[in-house]
């Protein structure tokens, strides 16, 4: 279907910046991971699951919202001025609330006093909020480019001065924050300074009160998404002593298993990135797209090639996994996480699997949007939100890191097949379900076999690459067979 040519342009433009992007940022693990003891990481990570959480109270939904209502472009510089005057006021008042509830905070991130770490967190968080509209505009207004661009600035920005401020003047984790900081001040600059002709529209109150209703219910959602991705550590952190000891043994703490944790959940970022890279093109193109006749058809292939590169991933990053984490980093001693890391390898494969199945919801958030029913968003979050919290409960005394992570494979798959349902009822696209756990269960059955051809060859990376190749061979002839890709694409 040619009009799929333009996701994938732009997905391509996305995806080449970000995997750089994401590369050079990743070196920062085994940077951090060399530098810092586990304990110590474990706070870096802590401090980014309240960063996280925030970002989406200060946004409450705007970004989402301009995609919404940004497409028509005659109205885009008062929506883009209205949010804008919205945003700053509300994040001077969320900055009071957040600094007077520091003794609330502290405690749960593991800081003593709110300066300068709480300090820096909060500039973070000023920054990054007012920058969240003029970068949706870029999506927005088909300027991939510049967008890329601007992402990948931030990153080296980050990356140069980590070096320089923890190797070089000895700063600790504050030098972490420093250097976000910085990095979000040049970026959001520039950002503001290539929208500067949207700062000249109109403020449209009537408008604020239809995007307040729109973009709250992300605010929940939003939430819900964090408690996903990172409740799990807070859950970690309070382990029982002596059930760690009985699971990893004397030489561990929780705040080592939060570390560990966080270093080795990293590993999954390859489907994270590939799920970001995607939403990044698909969510202004399927605005783009939404009132013509052949929507229903195009949303329902980018479906089935979404699966098809999902399945790729999963297959080669579980199986190689083993090798990928011991390949030393060029001119250093360091691994690409350090050997102390590599108790946590286990939960990398549920947490790929994990990340597909937000892609998969990401892929049917089409018809919400659509269909303007975001309210059913804060249902859908509150039920995977349930199921972190009592899988964490139940399981992460009993299996530790391996509890959370299935937990959070659980949750994310939940939430998938329920936005589904509701996205069907508010715009109907022939989705076909069953290929997509079709794709699932041959990348299953690929690591399943894994251990009998390590017995067999006798070594864990032929054995590897074995399975790899039988699996890929598997997706070709479906696709051959046009499973995946039909015909007349």
Do not use: H
């Not at 076999?449 to 067999?456: E, I, N, S």
């Amino acid at each position: 279907m040619k009009q799929l040519k333009e996701l994938f342009s732009d997905t391509i433009i996305y995806g080449i910046s970000s995997v750089f992007a994401r590369f050079i940022s990743y070196l920062l693990v085994p940077f951090y991971t060399d530098v810092f003891n586990a304990d110590e990481y474990g706070i870096v990570s802590l401090i980014y699951v309240a960063i996280a959480f925030l970002n989406v109270v200060f946004t409450y939904g705007m970004e989402s919202t301009y995609f919404r209502y940004a497409k028509d472009r005659d109205k885009a510089k008062d929506i883009f001025k209205t949010m804008q005057i919205s945003l700053f006021c509300t994040t001077l008042l969320l900055l009071g609330v957040v600094w007077v509830a520091n003794p609330i905070i502290n405690p749960l991130i593991g800081l003593v006093e709110p300066f300068p770490l709480l300090t820096l967190m909060l500039g973070i968080l000023a920054f990054d909020t007012m920058a969240a509209v003029p970068f949706a505009e870029l999506r927005m207004g088909k300027r991939p480019v510049a967008f890329a661009t601007l992402k990948t600035l931030n990153v080296l920005i980050n990356i140069g001065l980590n070096l320089y401020l923890i190797l070089g003047l000895g700063l600790g984790i504050e030098g972490v924050l420093i250097s976000n900081l910085l990095a979000s001040i040049v970026t959001a600059s520039i950002v503001w300074f290539m929208t500067r002709k949207f700062f000249k529209g109109s403020w449209d109150a009537a408008f604020l009160k239809k995007a307040i209703r729109f973009g709250l219910p992300f605010v929940p959602a939003g939430i819900g998404y964090v408690i996903n991705e990172m409740l799990d550590r807070l859950f970690l952190k309070s382990m029982d002593a002596d059930r760690i000891i009985s699971l990893y043994g004397a030489n561990y703490t929780g705040k080592d298993l939060v570390g560990i944790y966080s270093a080795c959940y990293k590993l999954s970022v390859v489907m994270l990135l590939f799920v970001t890279v995607f939403k990044f093109a698909w969510q202004p193109f399927f605005m783009r797209k939404s009132d013509d006749e052949e929507a229903p058809e195009i949303f329902s292939e980018t479906f089935r090639y979404f699966n098809l590169g999902a399945a790729l991933i999963f297959i080669f990053f579980s199986l190689f996994m083993p090798t990928i984490v011991k390949i030393q980093i060029p001119f250093t001693d360091a691994t690409i996480i350090g050997k102390n890391y590599w108790l946590g390898l286990g939960i990398v494969s549920p947490l790929l699997l994990a990340y597909w199945f937000q892609g998969w919801y990401i892929n049917f958030s089409a018809g919400i949007f659509i269909g303007e029913k975001t309210k059913v968003l804060a249902f859908i979050t509150l039920i995977g939100s349930t199921i972190t919290i009592v899988g964490n409960l139940l399981f992460v005394d009993r299996f530790g890191m391996l509890g959370s992570a299935y937990t959070t494979l659980a949750s994310y798959a939940v939430m998938a097949l329920i936005i589904y349902f509701y996205s069907k009822k508010a715009f109907d696209v022939p989705y076909k379900l069953w290929q997509g756990f079709f794709a699932i269960a041959i990348a299953q059955f690929a690591l399943a076999l894994k251990p009998t051809m390590t017995g067999m060859f006798n070594s864990d990376f032929y054995a590897s690459l074995f399975v790899f190749v039988l699996a890929v061979g598997v997706l070709g002839i479906l696709t051959v067979k046009n499973f995946f890709l039909p015909s007349e694409i």
